[in-house]
Structures are given as structure tokens and as C-alpha cells.
């Protein structure tokens, strides 16, 4: 059910935002973040520029880390996605884009969460309005 738009907005790290965080020495963020995937058939977040990325808690360097921050960075969404439209369209001015959802570790490449928003969401003058072309 989910599936239907999911996307990485602000609230989703306000609504969760005092994850406990991990204070060791060299720990470093975990990012969330929502690509276009209108801008490629395949998004390659390493060529295109986030439409908004979020830092939901620090952690370390470990592959067991960085499938945590993927796990929650897919909870947040979940968690935010009815708001998410307003909270994109808030950054934007006039823009079409179907998001999808990427997270990484340390500065790490981005890794593709497997959840793209089905529709497109369409802004205008900040505001989400329906597509012309839905």
C-alpha cells in the first residue's frame, strides 16, 4: 500500500527525529535521500542532484550500519508519506518528479532502496497541484 508514493520528505526525520544516535569516535551520518527518477530511466544518484536529503542519525562505517540507515530511512518514509508531497513541493517551485528513495553511509555511494513514488508529483509556486498529464 505504501508503494503508491513513496518519497523522503523533512517531516520524516521531525516526526523521528530523536533516534538515538551513536556518539563513537569516527562516527559519521546516515543519509536519506529522494532522487528524480524522471531524469533517467535508471537514476544514478552519483550524476544527479538530490531533490532533498536528510540526516536521520550518526552511526559508523559498519555494512550492518548502512543497512540500518536503509531500513530507516524506509520507515521514515513510511511514516511521512502522506505529508511528503507539501513537504517537496515546499523546496521547489515548479517542477513535475516521480521521487525515489536512496540512503548512504559515510559519504558512501547512494544505494537504491527499491521504492519509487508510482505517480508523479507536480508543484507549482511551492504547492503540490495535480498533473496535467495523469
Not at 3 to 28: F, K, P, Y
Request: net charge negative; charged share 25%.
Amino acid at each position: 500500500m505504501f508503494r503508491r508514493c513513496v518519497i523522503v520528505s523533512v517531516t520524516l526525520c521531525v516526526l523521528l527525529c530523536h533516534v538515538a544516535a551513536i556518539n563513537a569516535e569516527g562516527s559519521t551520518k546516515c543519509e536519506c535521500a529522494a532522487f528524480n527518477a524522471n531524469e533517467s530511466d535508471k537514476p544514478l544518484p552519483s550524476e544527479m542532484e538530490p531533490i532533498l536529503v536528510q540526516n536521520p542519525m550518526n552511526t559508523t562505517c559498519s555494512e550492518e550500519d548502512a543497512r540500518n540507515c536503509e531500513l530507516l530511512c524506509i520507515e521514515l518514509v513510511k511514516v511521512g508519506k502522506d505529508k511528503a508531497p507539501e513537504i517537496l513541493c515546499e523546496n521547489l517551485e515548479h517542477m513535475a518528479l516521480q521521487p525515489s528513495l536512496w540512503s548512504r553511509t559515510c559519504d558512501g555511494e547512494w544505494k537504491y532502496s527499491g521504492l519509487t513514488c508510482e505517480k508523479k508529483i507536480c508543484c507549482h509556486e511551492s504547492k503540490p497541484v495535480p498533473c496535467w498529464d495523469e
